[in-house]
């Protein structure tokens, strides 16, 4: 039997947060936004997600890795309140949104309807052009889905989840289908997105360089479980060719069980295959550019 809460939360960043200070000059801590314990997923007796237990900050942006059939998007889905079938407790805010590896855009509705799609009351269609135009895709707001290219199918998506003003975003490889190059931009669009809005972010990828780019912690699904935990407490903008950058890849790709190549970030160097998660079996296309994002 589940029990699944689902409570509003106070719109904190962490970001934001370091006005208010405590009597000892620090900055409090930010609220819990996430808060899962003890959650058990099992289809057909078999238990994919095991007495999990995760926690996430207001405002913090967390990577999730795992192999393929871990568990992942199960999880995510179980977050969104997709899937309710479940054990333990599971508290997440009423505001989120989910956005896929496939957009999922109805193909009868134009791009613009489709971001308003599942909204309560009628929104305007002035809500949907500004979460378009935030994603840089107000020119294409009257375009049927199937005459957008995938990156900008994907950027449509994204819209969609902001005109939610979520405190929670449930990103799910949102990058895997797109080419190097459209994967990079989506990449620093999410990026702005994150800085702009201050929600938290929970982004499962295959891809332990975009992991460790974006986030502010990386986690590893395994056995059911949040198996390691990692900080990347490198600031921002981050660049693949800093040896400490390197040195954070190669730990996550050998808790993943893939061997971090020798000549990994070096200046000016193309990210690697097995940086890109290969661990997992995942079919991602390899980000191919040295790259940064822009600073927090
Ligand atoms: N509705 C379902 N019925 C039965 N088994 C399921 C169902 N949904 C997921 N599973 C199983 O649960 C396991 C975890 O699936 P999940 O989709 O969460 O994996 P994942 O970590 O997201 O994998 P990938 O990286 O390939 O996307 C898989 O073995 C999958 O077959
Ligand atoms: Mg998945």
Redesign the pocket.
């Known amino acids: 039997m589940a029990t699944d809460v689902h409570r509003p939360v106070t719109r904190t960043s962490h970001r934001a947060d370091t006005t208010a200070r405590q009597a000892d000059g620090t900055p409090p801590a930010p609220a819990t936004v996430v808060r899962v314990d003890g959650l058990t ?1 099992a ?2 007796g ?1 238990a ?2 095991d007495r999990l237990h995760l926690d996430v900050r207001a405002g913090e942006f967390v990577a999730l890795l ?12 179980i977050l969104a309140g997709l ?1 309710r079938d479940i054990e333990g407790t599971v508290l997440v805010p009423r505001r989120k949104a989910v956005a896929f ?1 496939s957009p999922r855009l109805m193909p009868w509705k134009r791009v613009w309807r489709n971001v308003l799609l599942g909204l309560p009351g009628k929104p305007e269609r002035a809500v949907a052009k500004r979460a378009l135009e935030e994603v840089g895709l107000n020119h294409r707001a009257h375009a049927w889905p199937k005459t957008l290219s995938g990156g900008e199918a994907q950027r449509a998506s994204l819209a969609r989840a902001l005109v939610r003003e979520p405190d929670l975003l449930l990103l ?2 949102p990058f895997g289908a797109l080419d190097a190059l459209t994967r990079v931009k989506a990449q620093h669009l999410v990026d702005e997105l994150w800085q702009r809005r201050g929600c938290a972010v929970l982004l ?1 990828t ?1 891809d332990v360089e975009e992991a460790v780019l974006l986030a502010d912690r990386v986690l590893v ?1 395994d056995e059911g479980v949040i198996a390691h935990e990692q900080r990347i407490g490198l600031p921002r903008p981050r660049d693949i060719a800093d040896p400490r950058f390197a040195a954070l890849r190669t730990g996550l790709l050998e808790r993943l069980g893939v061997e971090a190549p020798a000549t990994a970030a070096t200046p000016g160097a193309t990210a690697t295959p097995a940086a890109t998660a290969t661990a ?3 079919a991602t296309p390899a980000a191919d550019t040295a790259r940064s994002l822009p600073a927090a």
Do not use: Y
């Open positions: 997923r289809f057909d078999r994919v997600i795992g192999r393929s059939g871990c568990g992942k998007s199960t999880l995510l889905r899937d590896q799910d490889e499962v295959h699904m997992a079996a995942s």
